[in-house]
């Protein structure tokens, strides 16, 4: 395979860099330092086996200019051209192979052309530089090694490095002892892990069994502490009853005996106690009431008695009020009148001394208000000030200017004569040879060298392309003909069409199937609606109906309920209200009753004539006993009269007292009655409004809480089914609903299918006519169409290709005959005789290296003159700038002189001293204008402070004014302050005694009011005591309470008595009494506890073992029950088999690889010991022609592996290490020669590249190198670089057809 | 006297995991479920079987567990199942072997006790039906894993009953892959005057002696490994009136049924072609399993072009996996757990093995080491020795052996054939 071409798009300091052209055979490149010799030779590399990764420690030869690297090279392999294309990128770098037929290919394409040469060997062997030549260990890897060796075998070198490299790979990645990651490596881990689990849980049956017994002993102790526990909790009730039972027992005893003692009371009102309670304490509130409001009334008036105050001021209470407001101003006006003094006096001060600073006759007021501040006029002082420092800075600056100039025009000078000088010193050069017309032909002469060389190559290869192309037309097998597939224009849109034909037809095929899959959907989400619709009307069928049709009518329901239970809710308070009022008629009528009953004094109801006849009659007998002498019984009579008559009148007054508290009574029960009876008007009015209702709901009466309740139960059920069934129907709704949208989407989809068919259908008719429009078979398929118009591109191709070699052969026999007319004209004119063709070359190389001397002379002379012109040049303007320098510093020392004229006239204008200097000035301005400013500020206090002194003087007359009027003394300004306080005060003090005597009037009143309200509910409420007092018999209030305590007592202790009975009966049953009253005959209650608290330690104590136990229990069984529902172990079994599985199987697989690499090592070795000489051989050949027989041969010790002996001429045998570094050179050349000759046998040759590898040779063996090289283009294409031309020149003289091409850094 | 059945069962292996996987079926549920469960599903079979044919009573010749398992889960298993019998008023008669001896700590469940588990020592238990004693069973239990040669020599018939069975864990005759636990000969089993001889050991079914009596081994329950293929059960057997056996029926109540197939990968061109043979393979497995899932082992042999395509490392990881996913979706399942190849090159060795070139050489000195006899191939196991010699992993890889070193011999020969001729070539 032979490179023709090398393009270098962007590498190292290449940059679209081209050698076209490369002939077959050796030819040698040179060019001086950086003109990319080595930049070459790594780029072939690097297109052929990839960029290097960008951590490796190479020169990675970015390019210069940026962007990316970037390349292709061109080979011919036989007739076939075949471009290899690679761009900087991960892993090497995507490379392009693109054959002559136009297919492309990527790495395994250039694998296959690049056949058995790896990276290794062509770096090692076939492309090398000077550096790998001196370093024998390339050739050692073993990757190299190995295939040289084993090409020195016959076999292809490439698979045995391979296949070892590969199975070394994959046994590591199955087994060493120190990777950690290695496959088997981690099988042992997995399987040492899911052993280890495994056997965790391989103590499960033990666990189990132990687990079992202690269950089984569990029980047993539980079982005997249960039956302990409870014959113990049998013994601990009875005695508990015992202890439970004594309360009662013992209180029934007690109560017994009080019973006994307490004397009986047959009648007593019901809560009389209460009611005598209410009616005492309302009575104590009336009357402590009454008492309180006649204190209060009486401590109003004396309050009122003692209040007084001052009319006359009061009078004048709005002026005082004036006087008071205005003090504040008063006293401030006075304060700042003493301030404003004091600060006149300090302004004063500082303007004396400000003034005396300025200088004598400053001090006068009126000249300083003269002097003018404007800012006119400040302006004015600030130009001139800077005018006169400006001035004096530029003179300064341009005086320095002056002196630098000075100095650059004698520097200039001194150049000037030195390069006049050194131009005088270069020789003219002589008249003669045209430099650019030898290099156009120079230029001309790779050219001419490589047509000359490669015409005959070229016919050749215009013959192979034409018997090919007529080949492959024949392959092609179409009918058009060659003018029209040469003709055949817009492939492009030939393969668009085809592509948009075939995205056309993929696009509608996938459409209908997307239909038909829609479709299918659609019907079954129909059937499904269908279904769903079905079963939500069912369960809509199957619901039961609610008895009420809906919401409204459950609502009325609802509210019917709702005031049924409102009116019974009000009958039952009406008839609560009613029995309460007839309980109270009860007892009024009851007390009615007492006062005309038995118990009421009789005599009050006799008539008074009874009295009056008794009392006549006493008086009659009393008469008759004193006649007949009976004094005794007269006196007596008497006195019984006279009592009679006493007590008459005390029965006429108590009598008349009971009448009107009777009568009090009967307006209540009245009172009372008629309430009753309008209660029970609306108690039957509701009670009708109940019974209409439960008419009009259809309810039964009578309407109780549990019927209420029921209803409201059932309206609530109703409720609930009502919902259920709104529900089911907007499910039935919405299934239904579900249905017709699912079939409306069926129609939809269907329509979509056919739409999709129709489509479908279009597109194929669309293609076929495009394919009859472009002339092809109507039945191709897509697919085949690409495959013709690929075909016929490629055969179009060809066809270029054919014409441009055409042309281009053409092209090459004109250049030849036109560049060989053009040198004989030059040396015509040059007065030489003319040449052939074959001496063009070296004709243009000497008139090339004439020209180069002339032009090297012309060039230097020229330099000099430009060097001498450009000082003149600089002398010159060095001058000028002097000039210009004095110049300018005679026209600023001018302005500066005008500008302190100006400041002279300024200050004698403002009366300053002579000779003020600017800076002196500033200050002076500064001192001026504090002093005006302190003039403006003592005018402006004075003002203030006359307008303040009038102020006070206008209050003080006010203030007099007012204390004239109320008779007081006046007062001097320092005594206004002390004399409008005490007004305010006294003023204060006669309105607050004013306002308080008129409260206190109100009040009066207001009390005596209240006082008179009490007395009508004090009489009402002593009756009332009364009646209550006579119903229980009792004279008096504590009587009354006497009689119901003995009431209440006997009730509680007859009620105790039968409370405690029931109790023990309830505990104990029958006969509890006579049991009990063994019972605590034997023991104490006392005992009885003690034994409880006993029995009831020993029981908990029981309980706490037992609960233990239970708890106990329950985690063993769950612990059991986990036991045995654990299955992982079946699990963990499984994979711990799969993964040994897994690992044996790796084993063997690690075992076959390492077997295979044991056979292949053994193999090796017994191979090499018996091929490897023939390498050998083949160096020493090389080696002795080289060194011109003084070493005759390379010998390889067996069992030393790599190690060599070089034997020389008298047979002495030397290690390398024992030659001269050239000599050391020469043998590895000639080994890699051998291995060279053995690796081409039989395998595709790649081109040689040598970089500059004969430095180090002497000439004789510099020659004998050349000639070995090109013996050695014979087999395979070299390329050679060198920055030396005598090396150049030695290849020509060895080889004078050689083609020299020249390297020009760019 | 009254008729009577019963079945012969052995071997259940209770929770023994499948063992030789190349692989785990994790991401197929279903199929490592089932695996998994196999041997209860089978002893769940066996269970059902005795319920439904009303059988009266249980035979169970050795290896219910794997002691060195230990399962828990396979005791409360076999302790389910005998529940189950029990209520079913079936009676068991268990003989322990040399996988769960007396002595190993598998027992720790409590068993039903219509459950007669017999001794270290001979002994004899009689089974009544309906009052009437109609069968004597024969047995002992291994006392430990390993027993001497006296043990139940003395198994003789004795006692009224008209039928008589010896129950024992043994091996009789020779049996490969089968340690040869209280060899017995059919003689020794003759003079004992029995009328059958339900054995247990020999994991492959087989009848010894068809009457008078009847010897034989149902074998075990649930084919474990791949040599374990085809139908795997138990005995059904039934006697009449006449105390007369009819000859017994073999039921096979495996869950899982290990298969191990061939195909040739002659006349195929591509990995889609072997693909669709497989698949065709894997049909053929579901529908002769009678329907239950399948385990199958797949070699494939011959000469054909895809042999260079299979040694190319992942085909064969890529193609089982293809396989795998297929035999998974299948119902019943057919779960391929290897594809071994063994495939050869089509390139004529012996012509090559006489070449002057570097493959000639390698074929020659694999010859070599062929006929070099054991101790000429001990440079081979000594290279060996880093991994198969490596403290860890040794433990859980098998010895090598001399014709484990032939054929990995064969192997490397066809590796070194495919890698170093070239393709055109071969």
Redesign the interface.
Same mark, same amino acid.
Not at chain 1, 153 to 156: A, F, I, L, T
Not at chain 1, 202 to 206: F, K, N, Q, S
Not at chain 2, 69 to 73: E, I, K, Q, T, V
């Given at each position: 395979m032979r490179l023709v071409e090398i393009h270098v798009d962007g590498f190292g300091a290449l940059r679209d860099r081209s050698i076209t052209d490369l002939p077959p055979g050796l030819c040698v490149f040179h060019g001086a330092n950086e003109a990319g010799k080595s930049t070459l030779l790594a780029f072939v590399r690097r297109i052929l086996f990839g960029f290097p990764d960008r951590r490796s420690n190479v020169n990675h030869y970015d390019c210069v200019h940026g962007g990316k690297k970037k390349g292709r090279l061109v080979f011919l392999r036989g007739d076939e051209r075949v471009v290899v294309e690679r761009v900087e990128g991960a892993r090497g770098g995507p490379v392009k192979v693109v054959f002559a037929d136009g297919t492309q290919g990527g790495e395994v394409e250039l694998s296959r052309l690049l056949g058995s040469t790896t990276r290794d060997v062509y770096q090692s062997v076939l492309a090398f530089s000077l550096d790998e030549l001196q370093t024998f260990e390339t050739l050692a890897s073993n990757q190299v090694a190995d295939a040289l060796s084993?090409a020195a075998?016959?076999?292809?070198p490439q698979?045995?490095g391979q296949?070892r490299a590969?199975w070394e790979n994959?046994l590591r990645e199955l087994?060493t002892?120190r990777a950690h990651k290695a496959a088997?490596t981690e099988g042992?881990r997995r399987?040492?892990d899911l052993r280890d689990r495994v056997r965790e849980m391989?103590?499960?049956?033990?666990a189990?069994?132990r687990l079992?017994e202690e269950i089984a002993s569990l029980e047993d102790e539980l079982r005997s502490l249960e039956s302990e526990r409870r014959e113990k909790g049998g013994l601990l009730v009875e005695v508990r009853n015992l202890i439970h039972a004594w309360p009662d027992w013992h209180a029934r005893a007690l109560a017994a005996a009080e019973l006994a003692e307490l004397p009986r009371v047959p009648s007593f009102p019901p809560d009389g106690i209460g009611r005598l309670e209410t009616l005492a304490g309302e009575r104590r509130t009336l009357e402590r009431t009454g008492a309180q409001l006649g204190e209060r009334l009486h401590e109003v008036r004396r309050e009122l008695a003692a209040v007084e105050w001052d009319g006359a001021l009061l009078a004048e209470a709005r002026a005082v009020r004036g006087l008071e407001r205005g003090l504040s101003g008063f006293e401030e006006a006075q304060g700042q009148v003493r301030s404003l003094e004091r600060e006149l006096q300090d302004l004063e001060r500082r303007l004396e001394s400000l003034a005396r600073e300025i200088g004598p006759g400053w001090a006068d007021p009126e000249r300083l208000r003269r002097f003018d501040l404007s800012s006119r006029s400040r302006e004015a002082f600030r130009e001139l000030q800077e005018a006169v420092r400006e001035g004096r800075h530029r003179v300064e600056a341009l005086q320095r200017e002056r002196e630098a100039a000075e100095r650059a025009r004698a520097e200039a000078v001194e150049i000037e004569r030195q390069r006049a000088e050194a131009y005088q010193e270069i020789p003219e050069p002589p008249p003669g040879l045209d430099e650019r017309e030898i290099q156009a032909h120079h230029s001309k002469q790779q050219h001419f060298a490589a047509a000359l060389r490669d015409l005959p190559l070229r016919r050749e290869e215009l013959r192979r392309e034409r018997d090919d192309l007529a080949r492959f037309l024949q392959e092609v097998d179409l009918d058009w003909p060659e003018e029209r597939i040469e003709g055949l224009t817009g492939t492009v849109t030939l393969r668009e069409g085809v592509r948009r034909a075939q995205d056309r037809l993929a696009r509608a095929d996938e459409a209908v199937t997307r239909a038909e899959l829609a479709e299918r959907q659609a019907r079954e989400r129909l059937e499904e609606a269908r279904v769903k619709a079905l079963q939500a009307e069912g369960r809509l069928g199957e619901a039961p109906a609610p008895p009420v049709r809906d919401e409204d009518e459950l609502r009325q329901r609802r509210d019917l309920v709702r005031r049924l239970r409102a009116r019974h809710g009000a009958v039952l308070r009406l008839e609560a209200e009613v029995r309460a009022g007839e309980q109270r008629l009860a007892d009024l009528e009851e007390s009615l009753s007492v006062r005309g009953g038995p118990d009421s004094d009789a005599g009050t109801r006799l008539p008074g004539w009874v009295w009056g006849a008794a009392g006549v009659g006493l008086v009659a007998v009393a008469g008759w006993a004193l006649q007949s002498g009976n004094a005794a019984l007269a006196a007596a009579l008497a006195v019984l009269a006279a009592g009679g008559a006493v007590g008459y009148g005390l029965v006429r007054r108590r009598t008349a007292q009971v009448a009107a508290a009777e009568q009090a009574l009967r307006r209540r029960r009245d009172q009372v009655r008629a309430e009753r009876e309008a209660l029970q008007d609306r108690l039957g009015a509701a009670r009708k409004e109940l019974a209409d209702l439960c008419e009009a709901g259809g309810i039964p009466v009578p309407v109780t809480d549990e019927v209420l309740e029921t209803l409201e139960a059932e309206l609530d059920a109703w409720a609930g089914q009502l919902r259920e069934r709104r529900m089911l129907l907007r499910a039935a709704d919405e299934a239904r609903a579900e249905q017709a949208e699912a079939g409306r989407r069926l129609e939809a989809a269907e329509q979509t299918r056919a739409e999709a068919g129709r489509a479908l259908e279009a597109a194929r008719r669309e293609w076929a006519d495009w394919l009859g429009r472009n002339g092809f078979d109507p039945s191709l398929s897509p697919d085949m169409a690409v495959d013709v118009l690929r075909r016929l591109e490629a055969a179009r191709e060809r066809m270029r290709s054919i014409r441009s070699l055409e042309d281009r052969i053409e092209r090459m026999e004109e250049t030849l005959r036109a560049d060989v007319a053009g040198l004989n004209a030059l040396l015509a004119r040059l007065g030489r005789p003319p040449v052939e063709p074959e001496w063009f070359v070296e004709t243009v190389g000497n008139l090339l290296a004439e020209a180069d001397r002339v032009k090297e002379l012309v060039r230097q002379k020229q330099a000099a003159r430009e060097r001498a012109e450009e000082a003149r040049r600089n002398r010159e303007r060095a001058e000028e700038a002097l000039g210009q320098a004095d110049e300018r510093l005679r026209d600023a020392r001018q302005a500066l002189e005008r500008a302190e004229a100006a400041w002279a006239a300024w200050v004698r204008e403002q009366g300053l001293p002579e000779g003020l200097s600017v800076d002196a000035a500033v200050d002076v301005l500064r001192r001026v204008e504090a002093c005006q400013e302190i003039l403006d500020r003592i005018e402006e206090g004075r003002a203030g402070l006359e307008q303040r002194k009038s102020r006070a003087a206008e209050f003080l007359r006010r203030a007099n004014e007012v204390l004239a009027g109320l008779g007081r003394p006046p007062c001097d300004p320092g005594q206004v302050p002390g004399a409008v306080a005490a007004l305010a005060q006294d003023l204060e003090h006669a309105q607050r005694a004013f306002q308080k005597a008129e409260g206190l009037k109100a009040r009066i009143a207001d009390l005596e009011g209240e006082l008179r309200s009490l007395e009508g509910p004090l009489r009402a409420n002593r009756s009332e005591i009364e009646g209550l007092l006579r119903k229980a018999g009792a004279r008096d209030e504590d009587e009354f309470r006497r009689k119901a305590e003995v009431f209440r007592r006997r009730a509680e202790l007859e009620r105790e008595v039968r409370i405690r009975e029931a109790s023990l009966a309830n505990l104990l049953g029958d006969g509890a009494l006579e049991m009990l009253e063994r019972a605590y005959r034997e023991r104490s209650a006392e005992d009885y506890r003690q034994q409880e608290a006993a029995l009831a330690q020993e029981l908990e104590t029981l309980g706490d073992r037992i609960s233990e136990l239970h708890q106990r229990l329950g985690a063993k069984r769950r612990e059991l029950d986990q036991?045995?529902k654990?299955?992982e172990?079946?699990?963990l079994?499984?994979?711990?088999?799969?993964e040994?599985?897994?690992?044996?199987?790796r084993?063997?697989q690690?075992?076959?690889?390492?077997?295979?690499l044991?056979?292949?090592e053994?193999?090796?070795e017994?191979?090499e010991e018996s091929h490897r000489p023939e390498v050998l051989r083949e160096a020493e050949t090389t080696f002795a022609r080289l060194t011109s027989g003084r070493y005759v041969g390379i010998r390889s010790p067996l069992g030393e592996k790599g190690a060599l002996r070089v034997v020389a001429a008298d047979r002495s045998e030397l290690t390398p290490g024992q030659l001269s570094r050239g000599t050391a050179e020469q043998l590895y050349l000639s080994i890699r020669f051998g291995f060279v000759r053995r690796f081409l046998r039989g395998t595709e040759p790649l081109p040689l590249v040598f970089d500059d590898i004969l430095v180090n040779f002497d000439p004789d063996r510099a020659r004998a190198a050349c000639e070995a090289i090109r013996d050695l283009a014979d087999e395979a294409q070299i390329l050679f670089f060198t920055c030396h031309p005598e090396t150049v020149d030695r290849f020509r003289i060895v080889c004078p057809q050689l083609e020299v091409r020249e390297l020009v850094a760019s | 006297m009254r008729a009577f059945s019963f079945v012969h069962a052995a071997d259940l292996h209770l929770?023994?995991?499948?063992?030789?996987?190349?692989?785990?079926p994790d991401s197929h549920g279903h199929v490592?479920e089932t695996?998994?469960?196999a041997t209860f599903e089978a002893f769940g079979n066996l269970i059902r079987l005795c319920l439904d044919e009303r059988v009266d009573f249980l035979l169970v010749a050795g290896d219910v567990y794997n002691a060195a398992?230990?399962?828990?889960?396979a005791?409360?298993a076999f302790r389910d199942g005998m529940r189950h019998l029990a209520e079913a008023g079936i009676r068991a008669y268990v003989a322990h072997g040399n996988h769960d001896p007396l002595d190993s700590?598998?027992h720790?469940?409590?068993l039903p006790d219509t459950v007669h588990v017999f001794g270290k020592t001979e002994s004899s238990a009689v089974f009544e039906k309906e009052g009437e004693p109609v069968a004597r069973i024969h047995g002992a239990s291994f006392p430990t894993r390993t027993v001497g040669k006296r043990f139940a020599r003395k198994i003789q018939r004795e006692g009224p009953e008209p039928f008589q069975i010896g129950l024992l864990h043994c091996t009789v005759g020779p049996h490969a892959g089968h340690e040869q636990y209280v060899p017995r000969t059919l003689d020794e089993l003759r003079r004992a005057g029995l009328d059958y001889w339900a054995l247990g050991h020999v994991h492959t079914r087989s009848e010894l002696s068809e009457r008078d009596p009847f010897v034989g081994y149902p074998g075990n329950l649930q084919g474990l490994h791949a040599n374990e293929t085809g139908p795997r059960g138990c005995f059904l057997v039934r006697v009449d009136e006449a105390g007369r056996m009819a000859p017994p029926e073999f039921v096979a109540v495996d869950a899982v049924r290990w298969s191990r197939r061939t195909l040739s990968i002659e006349g195929l061109p591509d990995i889609p072609a072997l693909e669709q043979a497989l698949g065709a393979l894997l049909d053929e497995e579901a529908r002769g399993s009678d329907g239950r899932p399948v385990v199958v082992r797949i070699e494939l042999s011959g000469r054909g072009p895809l042999h260079g395509e299979l040694l190319r490392?992942g085909t064969a990881a890529a193609l089982l996996e293809s396989t795998q996913r297929a035999g998974a979706d299948l119902d019943p399942f057919v779960w391929p757990e290897?594809v071994e190849v063994r495939t050869r090159p089509e390139v004529d060795l012996d012509r090559r093995r006489s070449g002057d070139?570097?493959?000639g %050489?390698?074929l020659r &000195?694999?010859q070599e080491?062929r006929g070099a006899g054991a101790g000429g191939r001990e440079?081979?196991r000594a290279?060996?020795d880093?991994?198969?010699g490596?403290p860890?992993?040794s433990r859980?890889?098998?010895d090598?052996t001399d014709d484990d070193l032939l054929e990995?011999?064969d %192997?490397?020969e066809t &590796?070194?054939v495919d890698?170093?001729v070239?393709a055109e070539e071969g």
């Open positions: 084993v075998m016959g076999e292809n698979r045995l296949v590969e994959e087994f002892p088997v042992l399987i040492e391989e103590r499960d049956p033990e189990y069994a079992c036991l045995e654990k299955e172990i079946s699990a079994r499984l994979r711990l088999a799969a040994t599985g897994a690992l044996q199987d084993a063997r690690w075992a076959r690889l390492r077997l295979a044991f056979v292949l053994k193999a090796r017994k191979y | 929770d023994a995991a499948f063992q030789g996987f190349a692989g785990l490592f695996l998994r469960r398992d230990r399962s828990l889960r005791q409360l700590r598998v720790s469940v409590r490392s290897r070139d570097f493959v %050489e390698c &000195l694999i080491y440079p081979l290279c060996l880093e991994l198969f490596h860890r992993a859980f890889l098998p090598l990995l011999l %192997e490397v &590796l070194c890698r170093l070239p």
